[in-house]
């Protein structure tokens, strides 16, 4: 069951109602959570006071940021990305559970990749799909149906996004160097929860 007893940093009691109602739809599984949730989460942006203490730390030109929002211990977590204009987040894989994020400005395509091994630890990747997000839409990323994705923001942009769980390691993908189509699997390994980190899983 989800906890409602860590209340002090709530930002609003909009953010708390849907944080709950989040909660309650993952008590009913993942599926629910991903067919019900970007809705749920879509329609209380739109409430007056949803953004009240609701803020993003403005983006570097060469990282995004990953503001936590709400979050109980060992519960989902909901965190407001900020992303500069240009940006690309690497393939990277999530954690066997499936999330999702709703723009609220700019613009995101979110690009969901096959890989192909070539050696150990090295692979190459195939488009199997891309999403774009506009503000308002949301954008499902299910590991049950592919793993790897990738991230651009043409313009900077900002997006709510929800986690089943708040983890700290992530596997993710970088460019071999003096290979221009080959990447290496490494794990990354967040030294702050708060912090903006390349490949973190985002
Ligand atoms: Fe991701």
């Known amino acids: 069951m989800s906890k409602t007893t860590s209340r002090a940093s709530d930002p609003n009691p909009i953010v708390r109602e849907v944080y709950d109602e989040l909660g ?3 008590d009913r599984g ?4 991903v067919e019900e949730g970007p809705t749920l989460l879509s329609e209380a942006i ?25 979050g109980d211990p060992g519960e989902h977590v909901i965190r407001f990305m900020e992303w500069p204009p240009g940006y ?9 559970r499936p999330c999702f994020e709703v723009l ?3 613009h995101l395509v979110v690009t969901d990749l096959e890989r192909t ?18 503000p308002g839409e949301a954008a499902v990323v299910d590991p049950r149906e592919n793993e790897i994705h ?28 003096g290979d221009a189509d080959v990447y290496e699997r490494r794990e ?8 903006a980190r390349d490949c973190d899983g985002e």
Do not use: M
């Not at 993942?30 to 959570?33: G, K, Q, R, V």
């Not at 739109?46 to 203490?53: A, C």
């Open 24 to 26: 309650a739809l993952l």
């Open 30 to 33: 993942d599926d629910a959570f």
């Open 46 to 70: 739109e409430r007056d006071g949803f953004f009240e203490n609701v803020t993003t730390d403005p983006a570097a030109p060469d990282e995004y940021t990953r503001e936590k929002v709400i």
């Open 88 to 96: 690309t987040l690497c393939p990277h894989e999530h954690h066997g």
């Open 104 to 106: 609220v400005d700019g």
């Open 117 to 134: 091994r070539v050696g150990d630890g090295k692979y190459t990747f195939e488009v199997i799909d891309s999403q774009v997000t506009r």
């Open 150 to 177: 990738a991230v651009y923001s043409p313009v900077r942009s900002r997006s709510l996004h929800v986690y089943p769980d708040d983890h700290w390691r992530a596997f993710g993908y970088e460019l071999v160097d």
């Open 188 to 195: 990354f390994q967040l030294r702050d929860p708060d912090a």
